[in-house]
C-alpha cells in the first residue's frame, strides 16, 4: 500500500491477515541539474524505514515467539485455522512425548525379545520374523480398510482415538515378548503387534487427514498437514532424547512395566481430551440425533404432532413462516462436542430430550435403529419375504405401492420393520436412496426416520394381544402396515409443509453447521451405500 502525500510517499507492507509489518517513507530531494538524461534532471531521493506499531526489536522474546509461530503454525494463525486447533494441537503434541518414550521402552523388549545381546541368536531368523510382522500387517491393513474405510471420515473422532489404543495394545504385546518361550507363541504375540501398529497407521492417518480438512479455514489443508508433521517431528526429537534417559536408568522388570502403563495411561487420557476438544461441524448420525432432537423439542409444531393434534395443516395453532424458527433451539458444535460420545457410531435412532450447556442432553432413548443407503434386497426383507428357489422370484408383504406414490416426491423411499414382534421391540427403519440422492437428502431421510420412530413409540401400540392364530397375526400385520403409512404420511406432511424441513436446515446452518456445502460427502453413511432408480 502506498501513500502520498506532495515530496512524499509512505509504502507500507502488510502480511497476510492485513497487518502492517514494515513502513518505508520516501522523501524527494532536490534535484541536481549537473546530472541530465534524456528524460531530464535526475531525482534523488532518501528512504526511511520505520517499523510498523507493535514491532519488535529484534532477540526478543516477541520476535522470538513470531518466528515460533512462522515455523510451526499455519500462515494466517490464528483466522486461518478453526478455533478448537490450538486445543487439539496442545493435548496432541504431548500425548505424541508421552508416546515416544514409551516406544522406547517397547522397542528395547521387541530387541530382547529376538536375542539382541544373545550369541545364540540368527540375524536371518529375526528377518523373517520382521517380515512375517510386515506380511500380515499388510493383509491386515487391506481388510480393514476394505471393512470400515468408508466409516473413517464420518466417525473421525472414533477412529482418532481407536489408532492410540491399537498402538497401545502394540506396545503392551511388545514388552510381553521376552517373557513369551521362543518359538510359535512369540512370533505369534509380534505378529499380533505388528497387526495392530498397522491398523493405527491406517486409522490415524485417515482421521487426522479428515481433522485437517476440518481445521483449514482458507483452503490449507496441505499447510495445516505439513505444519503438523513439524510440531511432531519436534516432540518425537524431544521424546527422544527424554526417553534414551528413562531407558538407561529404568531397567528392572517391575520398573519397566510401572512406568510403560503410567506413560500409556497419560498417552489415552492425552488422546481423549484431544479429540474430546474438536468441535466438528458435520453431522454423522450421533450428532445429527443430538441436533435435530433437539430442535424438535423446541418447536411447538411438533408438540401437536406428537400429541396427535397436527390433523390439519390450517390447525390455529400452527406457527408459520419465520416465526417458529426463530424459537428453534440448536446446540452448536460446541454444545455438541462437549456431550457427544466417542465410540457411538451404531446406527441407533436416539431422541434427546432436553440440551443444557452445562448438563448436556441427558439420558438419550433409544427410539429403534436406522439403515441408511441400503440395498433393494434389504430393503425387501423389511417384510416377510421368501426367494422361491424354482423361478426366483420374491414375494413380499411390502407395500411398495403406497410406499413409491408416498415418496414420489422425494429422493429417498422409509419404511418401519419389526413393529408387531414384540411390544419392547424396537422398530427398524431403513431408507432407499434414490439416484440423485444428495447430502440435505441424506439429512432429510435420517430427520423423517427420528420423527416418525417418536411417533411409533408414543402410539398406541400396533399390535394385540399374543395369538397364535395364522389368521390374527395376518391382522396384526395388516394393522401394523396401516399404522406405518398413516404416520410416515403424516410425518412426511410435516417435514415439507412451510418448508419446514428447509427452515430446519436454515437454522443449523446459522448454529454453525455445514449442510448444504457444494460437493460436501454425507456422514452418515458409513458403508457403501446403494442408489436406486424407481420409473
Same mark, same amino acid.
Given at each position: 500500500m502506498a501513500l502520498r502525500d506532495g515530496n512524499t510517499i509512505t509504502f507500507t507492507e502488510v502480511d497476510e491477515l492485513n497487518n502492517p509489518a514494515l513502513t518505508l517513507v520516501y522523501s524527494e530531494l532536490q534535484s541536481d541539474p549537473s546530472l541530465k538524461n534524456g528524460l531530464g534532471n535526475v531525482i534523488k531521493g532518501r528512504i526511511d524505514i520505520a517499523h510498523a506499531p507493535g514491532a519488535s526489536t529484534p532477540w526478543s522474546v516477541k520476535s522470538l515467539q513470531n518466528l515460533l509461530i512462522d515455523v510451526f503454525l499455519p500462515a494466517g494463525y490464528p483466522h486461518s485455522v478453526s478455533e478448537d486447533y490450538i486445543p487439539y494441537q496442545i493435548f496432541d503434541s504431548l500425548q505424541a512425548f508421552s508416546s515416544s518414550i514409551a516406544g522406547l521402552l517397547s522397542s528395547r523388549a521387541v530387541l530382547q525379545g529376538v536375542g539382541v545381546g544373545n550369541a545364540d541368536a540368527s540375524p536371518t531368523s529375526a528377518l523373517l520374523l520382521h517380515i512375517l510382522q510386515d506380511t500380515s500387517g499388510r493383509i491386515a491393513t487391506i481388510l480393514f480398510v476394505h471393512r470400515v474405510g468408508t466409516a473413517l471420515e464420518p466417525e473421525c473422532k472414533m477412529y482418532r482415538f481407536a489408532a492410540d489404543i491399537f498402538?497401545?495394545?502394540?506396545?503392551?504385546?511388545?514388552?510381553?515378548?521376552?517373557?513369551?518361550?521362543? @518359538?510359535?507363541?512369540?512370533?505369534?504375540?509380534?505378529?499380533?503387534?505388528?497387526?495392530?501398529?498397522?491398523?493405527?497407521? &491406517?486409522? @490415524?492417518?485417515?482421521?487426522?487427514?479428515?481433522?485437517?480438512?476440518?481445521?483449514?479455514?482458507?483452503?490449507?489443508?496441505?499447510? &495445516?498437514?505439513?505444519?503438523?508433521?513439524?510440531?511432531?517431528?519436534?516432540?518425537?526429537?524431544?521424546?527422544?532424547?527424554?526417553?534414551?534417559?528413562?531407558?538407561?536408568?529404568?531397567?528392572?522388570?517391575?520398573?519397566?512395566?510401572?512406568?510403560?502403563?503410567?506413560?500409556?495411561?497419560?498417552?489415552?487420557?492425552?488422546?481423549?481430551?484431544?479429540?474430546?476438544?474438536?468441535?466438528?461441524?458435520?453431522?454423522?448420525?450421533?450428532? =445429527?440425533? $443430538?441436533?435435530?432432537?433437539?430442535?424438535?423439542?423446541?418447536?411447538?409444531?411438533?408438540?401437536?404432532?406428537?400429541?396427535?393434534?397436527?390433523?390439519?395443516?390450517?390447525?390455529?395453532?400452527?406457527?408459520?413462516?419465520?416465526?417458529?424458527?426463530?424459537?428453534?433451539?440448536?446446540?452448536?458444535?460446541?454444545?455438541?462436542?462437549?456431550?457427544?460420545?466417542?465410540?457411538? =457410531?451404531?446406527?441407533?435412532?436416539?431422541? %434427546? *430430550?432436553?440440551?443444557?450447556?452445562?448438563?448436556?442432553?441427558?439420558? *438419550?432413548?433409544?427410539?429403534?435403529?436406522?439403515?441408511?443407503?441400503?440395498?433393494?434386497?434389504?430393503?425387501?426383507?423389511?417384510?416377510?419375504?421368501?426367494?422361491?428357489?424354482?423361478?426366483?422370484?420374491?414375494?413380499?408383504?411390502?407395500?411398495?405401492?403406497?410406499?413409491?406414490?408416498?415418496?414420489?416426491?422425494?429422493? %429417498? $423411499?422409509?419404511t418401519f420393520t419389526h413393529m408387531t414382534l414384540s411390544p419392547k421391540t424396537k422398530p427398524t427403519a431403513k431408507i432407499l436412496l434414490k439416484q440423485h440422492a444428495t447430502p440435505k437428502t441424506h439429512l432429510k431421510a435420517w430427520m423423517h426416520a427420528l420423527v416418525a420412530a417418536r411417533i411409533i413409540t408414543q402410539s398406541p401400540s400396533p399390535f394385540s394381544s399374543p395369538s397364535s392364530s395364522s389368521r390374527q397375526d395376518e391382522k396384526k400385520d395388516d394393522s401394523a402396515t396401516e399404522t406405518m403409512l398413516s404416520i410416515l404420511s403424516r410425518t412426511l406432511s410435516f417435514l415439507n409443509e412451510f418448508s419446514r424441513f428447509e427452515r430446519y436446515i436454515g437454522a443449523l446452518g446459522d448454529a454453525g453447521w455445514e449442510v448444504d456445502v457444494e460437493g460436501s460427502v454425507s456422514a452418515l453413511e458409513t458403508r457403501i451405500g446403494r442408489r436406486v432408480v424407481v420409473l
Open positions: 498402538n497401545d495394545l502394540a506396545m503392551v504385546l511388545d514388552c510381553l515378548s521376552p517373557m513369551i518361550p521362543a @518359538g510359535v507363541s512369540r512370533v505369534t504375540i509380534l505378529s499380533a503387534a505388528g497387526v495392530l501398529r498397522a491398523l493405527c497407521g &491406517v486409522a @490415524g492417518g485417515s482421521s487426522k487427514a479428515s481433522l485437517s480438512a476440518h481445521f483449514a479455514k482458507w483452503g490449507n489443508l496441505a499447510e &495445516v498437514n505439513a505444519k503438523d508433521s513439524s510440531q511432531e517431528t519436534v516432540i518425537s526429537l524431544v521424546g527422544m532424547l527424554v526417553g534414551s534417559l528413562v531407558v538407561s536408568h529404568i531397567t528392572s522388570f517391575t520398573a519397566t512395566w510401572l512406568t510403560l502403563l503410567a506413560l500409556l495411561t497419560l498417552h489415552l487420557s492425552l488422546n481423549y481430551a484431544a479429540v474430546r476438544s474438536v468441535q466438528m461441524t458435520t453431522l454423522n448420525r450421533q450428532r =445429527a440425533n $443430538i441436533v435435530f432432537s433437539s430442535a424438535l423439542s423446541s418447536d411447538t409444531d411438533f408438540a401437536l404432532l406428537a400429541s396427535d393434534q397436527l390433523l390439519d395443516q390450517h390447525h390455529p395453532q400452527i406457527e408459520t413462516g419465520s416465526e417458529n424458527q426463530k424459537h428453534l433451539q440448536i446446540p452448536s458444535p460446541a454444545d455438541v462436542s462437549k456431550t457427544e460420545r466417542i465410540f457411538d =457410531a451404531s446406527g441407533a435412532l436416539k431422541w %434427546y *430430550p432436553h440440551l443444557s450447556r452445562k448438563e448436556g442432553p441427558g439420558t *438419550p432413548q433409544i427410539l429403534g435403529h436406522c439403515e441408511i443407503g441400503v440395498s433393494l434386497r434389504q430393503f425387501m426383507s423389511s417384510s416377510s419375504s421368501s426367494i422361491s428357489t424354482s423361478s426366483g422370484s420374491l414375494k413380499t408383504t411390502l407395500p411398495l405401492g403406497p410406499l413409491t406414490s408416498l415418496f414420489a416426491g422425494e429422493d %429417498y $423411499i422409509l
